[in-house]
C-alpha cells in the first residue's frame, strides 16, 4: 500500500459485462492513445498544463484498491500517472484523478444550480517553473502489468507568475514565492458559501482582492458545506459516500482556485474539521460522517479515525486525490489537515502527535509541488507534541470571545513564535464563538484591532477573521483590510527578518501628564474546562505599566467550590498604588446551573461578598448580574484575592483605577538594526469597552524609546491606521542607537509607524 501511495493517485475501471479487458479503462485497446488529450503546446511558467483521458464504465473511480474482473480473480490496483521529464532532466510523477465537469446557473430562489456536462474523465494537472521544452510519458498499472498509454511534449515560456509559496530560509518565520517576493497573508476565513454556492465567492473575493487582501481560507470537510468533498451519500446513486468525492463541491473548488488566481489571492485548503470526529458538543456532527459505523464507515466511536488503519487508508487516498486535482496551483497556499483537532471526541495527544507524523510524511510524497502543511487547535495554546513536529511547517492559533482582543493575539503569537521558531498566523478569531456580537460592532473595532495586533506580533500574516457572512460582508467592513495592506505594501518581509523591537523607555512627554494616573483593564486570556494552571489558586504581581505576570494562568472564569471543585480557582493579586484607587471585577455572565459568587478580600481582610443567585434554572448563562464590583484600596502595596465562593462559575475580567505610571498604551514592534514597525494602541479601545460605553481616556502625547539601531540618521513616518496613509514624517539622529517616537496628544484609537534609516 506505502509503495502505492508514493506513487501517486490511483483510476479504477469496473468492466461492463460485455467487455472483460483492462484495456476498457482508457476506451479500449490500442487506440487508448488517441484518446489522450494535451490542453495546450505550450504554457508560461507555472500556468497549468492538463491532460484528459476517456474512460470506459467503472464502480468507484477513486478508488487505488479496486478493479472488475472475472469472477473468483483478483488484481492489484489500476494506477494512472504521468511522468513528466523537466528541461533539467528531473523525472516529476504527477498522478491523474477523475473529474466530472458541470455547468453552473441560479434556480428560482437565486440559489446556485449545477449541471453536469458529459460524462466523467480522468484527468492529470501539471505546472512547473523551469523554462524549457518538456516530455511525459502517461502510463496505466493493471492487473497485467504496467503500459503506456501515451506520450507527447510541450514547452513552458517565461511568465509573470511568482510561483508557489514557501517558508523562507533566510527569514524562517515568515513566508516567500519561488520567485521573488514575500509572501505576508492579509485575508479572512471564507470557509463556505451559503445557497449562492460560488455565486457568493463572486460577491466576497473581489471586494476582498480590491481592499489588498491575498489570502483565504476554505473548509473541505462536512455535509452541510457545499465544499464538503468526502461526505456521507444522501441517496443510492448519488456518487457520494466514503471514499468517494463529492464532484459538485470538487467543481466549485476548481472554480475558487481559478477565482483566486485571477484575483492575486491565496487559499489555505483545510482538509478536515472536528465535527467529523465531534459528538456531544456544540457543532459535532458525528451522527453525519461517513467514517462512523452506522453510516458503513470503519469507526465505532469517534477517535477510531486517529488509530484504525482502514480509517486511515481511506484519509490517505482522499490526500491523493486533493494533491493530484489542486496540487499543481499556485494558488493553494497551504495544507491544513484538520480544522480545530483537539475538539474531537476522546481526544489524545500523542495519538494524534503520531497521526499528523504520518500523513504529513504521506502528503509530501504525494505533492510533488510541496505546499506548506499545517494544522489548527480550538485552544489558542494548541498542542506541543503536535506543533513541535518538524513536518508541519507553521502553527497556528484560534481566539474567541477575548475582552481585549489585541492583547491576546500578540500575546499567544509570540509565545508560539518562541516556541518553535516557526512561521505563525492567528488563523481564526472573532468577538465569540456564537457571532451574536457581530451586530455590535458595525464600526469593526474587533476586525481592526485584530489585523493590526497580528501583523506587528511577528505572525506571518494578519490576525483572521471569522465571520465573513455575518460581520464583513453586510456590515462591509473590507476599508479595515485595505489599511492594514497599505502599510504592509512596499515591506520586504523576508529581506528585513523583523524581531520584536527592544521597548527601553515610555512616558509622558512633558506637560502631558494627566491629572490622575491611568486605569489598567486586565482582560484574563485563559478558559479552560478540564484540569489545568489556570484552574488552579495562582498568584499575580500587577506592576505600574499594567503589565501582569503569570499572565497565562490568569482565567476569564472563576470557578465555584461546588460543581467542579477541584477546578476552584481563587486569584491573588499584589498590587501597588500610587494614590488611592479602586480595585474592580467586571462580571460578564454567570452560569445558570447553581449561580455564583464574588468575595474580594483586601489584606486578608473581607470587603466584598456578592451572591449571584441562579434564579432561572432554564437559562444556561444569565446576564442579570453584569456589572462592575469594586472595593477602595489605599495608596501603597496590597494583596488582594478574588474568590467564587459559590455552586458554579462567572466571567470575569478586572480593572484598577488611579493605577498606571506610564501612558496606557500598548506598543507592539518590529525592528532590525536599520527599520522598525510599531503600533500604539490606546489599550482601552475594545470591542468589550466600547459595548458598555466605556469610552477611551483620551491619552497625551508621548515618548517612546526604542533602541538596538545602528547609529545615523532616520526616518519616521507615522500612519493614520484608519485610511492607511501617512500622515507626517520627521527625521531623527541616533548616536547612541536609540530612536525616540512621539505619539499625538488625545489618543483614543491607535497609530503606526515606520522607521528607517535614512543614511
Known amino acids: 500500500m506505502r509503495e502505492i501511495a508514493l506513487a501517486a493517485i490511483a483510476l479504477a475501471s469496473v468492466l461492463s459485462a460485455g467487455a472483460r479487458s483492462s484495456a476498457a479503462l482508457l476506451g479500449g485497446g490500442p487506440t487508448a492513445a488517441s484518446g489522450l488529450a494535451q490542453s495546450a503546446q505550450s504554457v508560461l511558467q507555472y500556468q497549468k498544463l492538463e491532460l484528459t483521458l476517456p474512460l470506459a464504465s467503472y464502480a468507484n473511480p477513486f478508488d487505488p484498491e479496486e478493479v472488475d474482473i472475472p469472477a ?14 523537466t528541461p533539467s532532466g528531473r523525472a516529476v510523477k504527477v498522478p491523474g484523478f477523475y473529474y466530472q465537469d458541470f455547468e453552473r446557473s441560479r434556480d428560482a430562489g437565486g440559489g446556485e444550480r449545477l449541471s453536469a456536462i458529459g460524462t466523467g474523465v480522468f484527468k492529470i494537472r501539471f505546472a512547473w517553473g523551469e523554462v524549457g521544452s518538456y516530455s511525459y510519458q502517461v502510463t496505466v498499472r493493471e492487473a497485467q502489468g504496467k503500459r503506456q498509454i501515451g506520450s507527447g511534449r510541450f514547452a513552458v515560456r517565461p511568465g509573470p507568475d511568482h510561483g508557489y509559496i514557501r517558508r523562507s530560509k533566510e527569514a524562517p518565520l515568515y513566508f516567500e514565492f519561488d520567485r521573488g517576493p514575500s509572501y505576508f497573508a492579509i485575508g479572512e476565513n471564507v470557509c463556505w458559501p451559503g445557497g449562492g454556492g460560488t455565486y457568493d465567492y463572486d460577491t466576497w473575493l473581489p471586494k476582498l482582492a480590491a481592499s489588498g487582501g491575498n489570502y483565504f481560507r476554505i473548509w473541505m470537510a462536512n455535509n452541510w458545506n457545499p465544499l464538503g468533498l468526502e461526505v456521507l451519500s444522501t441517496s ?5 459516500g466514503l471514499g468517494r468525492y463529492d464532484q459538485r463541491a470538487a467543481w466549485r473548488i476548481d472554480q475558487l482556485l481559478d477565482s483566486a488566481h485571477q484575483l492575486d489571492l491565496r487559499v489555505l485548503m483545510c482538509i478536515e474539521s472536528f465535527n467529523t470526529v465531534a459528538s456531544g458538543i456544540e457543532y459535532a456532527a458525528w451522527d453525519q460522517s461517513p467514517y462512523r459505523a452506522a453510516n458503513g464507515g470503519p469507526c465505532a466511536k469517534p477517535f477510531d479515525f486517529f488509530t484504525k488503519l482502514e480509517a486511515e487508508r481511506l484519509f490517505k487516498r482522499r490526500l491523493r486525490y486533493i494533491a493530484a486535482r489542486w496540487g499543481y496551483s499556485t494558488s493553494v497556499f497551504a495544507w491544513e489537515l484538520w480544522n480545530e483537532v483537539d475538539q474531537a471526541t476522546g481526544y489524545q495527544s500523542e495519538k494524534v502527535a503520531d497521526w499528523h507524523r504520518e500523513m504529513c510524511v504521506y502528503l509530501r510524497a504525494s505533492d510533488p509541488w510541496a505546499h506548506p502543511i499545517t494544522t489548527s487547535f480550538a485552544d489558542p495554546n494548541g498542542d506541543k507534541a503536535v506543533d513541535k513536529l ?51 460592532d458595525p464600526e469593526g473595532i474587533h476586525l481592526h484591532n485584530g489585523l493590526w495586533a497580528g501583523m506587528l506580533s511577528g505572525s506571518a500574516g494578519t490576525a483572521m477573521i471569522w465571520w465573513w457572512d455575518s460581520y464583513v460582508e453586510p456590515q462591509d467592513l473590507y476599508h479595515h483590510f485595505a489599511s492594514v495592506a497599505a502599510f504592509a505594501r512596499e515591506v520586504d518581509w523576508v529581506k528585513e527578518a523583523y524581531q520584536p523591537a527592544t521597548i527601553s523607555d515610555m512616558r509622558f512627554l512633558s506637560g502631558q501628564e494627566p491629572a490622575v494616573y491611568p486605569s ?75 449561580g455564583a459568587g464574588l468575595s474580594v478580600s483586601l489584606d486578608a481582610k ?28 489605599p495608596a501603597g502595596l496590597h494583596t488582594i484575592v478574588v474568590e467564587n465562593p459559590g455552586a458554579d462559575w462567572c466571567y470575569v475580567s478586572y480593572r484598577l483605577t488611579n493605577y498606571l505610571r506610564v501612558p496606557n498604551l500598548r506598543l507592539l514592534a518590529l525592528s532590525n538594526p536599520h527599520s522598525a514597525l510599531v ?54 539622529t541616533s548616536t547612541d542607537g536609540s530612536v525616540v517616537i512621539t505619539t499625538p496628544a488625545g489618543l483614543t484609537t491607535d497609530v503606526a509607524y515606520k522607521v528607517r534609516q535614512s543614511r
Open 606 to 633: 473581607m470587603a466584598l461578598l456578592v451572591d449571584f443567585r441562579d434564579r432561572d434554572p432554564a437559562t444556561d448563562d444569565l446576564h442579570d448580574y453584569d456589572n462592575w464590583y469594586g472595593i477602595d484600596v
Open 390 to 440: 518538524t513536518m508541519l511547517d507553521f502553527v497556528q492559533s484560534h481566539g474567541y470571545g477575548m475582552r481585549d482582543e489585541a492583547g491576546a493575539i500578540s500575546d499567544f503569537s509570540r509565545r508560539k513564535i518562541e516556541a518553535y521558531r516557526k512561521p505563525h498566523l492567528f488563523g481564526e478569531f472573532g468577538a465569540d464563538v456564537e457571532g451574536t456580537e457581530n451586530a455590535s
Open 72 to 85: 473468483g480473480e483478483r488484481s492489484s490496483a489500476a494506477l494512472l500517472e504521468a511522468v513528466f521529464t
Open 520 to 594: 489598567v483593564i486586565v482582560s484574563p486570556p485563559a478558559e479552560r474546562w478540564e484540569d489545568s494552571g489556570c484552574n488552579e489558586p495562582q498568584a499575580f504581581q500587577i506592576a505600574g505599566d499594567g503589565s501582569v505576570s503569570n499572565l497565562r494562568n490568569l482565567s476569564r472564569v472563576l470557578h465555584g467550590t461546588v460543581n467542579h471543585p477541584t477546578w476552584h480557582n481563587p486569584a491573588t493579586f499584589q498590587v501597588d498604588y500610587p494614590q488611592a484607587g479602586r480595585f474592580e471585577v467586571m462580571i460578564g455572565g454567570v452560569s445558570g446551573h447553581g
Open 679 to 732: 503600533w500604539v494602541q490606546n489599550k482601552e479601545n475594545t470591542l468589550w469597552n466600547h459595548k458598555r460605553k466605556l469610552e477611551p481616556t483620551p491619552i497625551g502625547s508621548s515618548q517612546i524609546t526604542l533602541s538596538g539601531f545602528e547609529p545615523g540618521e532616520y526616518r519616521i513616518e507615522q500612519w493614520d491606521t484608519y485610511q492607511g496613509v501617512r500622515t507626517s514624517s520627521t527625521t531623527s
Open 236 to 240: 443510492s446513486d448519488d456518487g457520494r
